[in-house]
Nanobody, 115 residues
């Protein structure tokens, strides 16, 4: 069984920064892809950023230049550094990891951007 636990969410003012973490534990050999998704109220879940095992990254257009995804493979931990946050970034952020052919999800962490 694999568990993903997100942390680092909270309330931040527009223009501020937050760093999300995703810690994976359990029966892990290697994580091929780690990703962050988000779901705002009344909207569908969307991909924010992903990083593969070689460090290659991909970002949603809405966060390019503001968010940075990274991972610490020995620690099985992923990160999402979010800068220049906007009210439209308000959402529940979910960590996703692919291990072999199985996709795992965390329970999410709430990010609220408001003055």
């Amino acid at each position: 069984q694999v568990q993903l636990v997100e942390s680092g969410g909270g309330l931040v003012q527009p223009g501020g920064s937050l760093r999300l973490s995703c810690a994976a534990s359990g029966s892990i050999n290697s994580i091929s892809v780690m990703a962050w998704y988000r779901q705002a109220p009344g909207k569908e879940r969307e991909l924010v950023a992903l990083i593969n095992s070689a460090g290659g990254t991909n970002y949603a257009d809405s966060v390019k230049g503001r968010f940075t995804i990274s991972r610490d493979n020995p620690k099985n931990t992923g990160y999402l550094q979010m800068n220049s946050l906007k009210p439209e970034d308000t959402a529940i952020y979910y960590c996703n990891a692919w291990i072999r052919t199985t996709s795992y999800w965390g329970k999410g962490t709430l990010v609220t951007v408001s003055s």
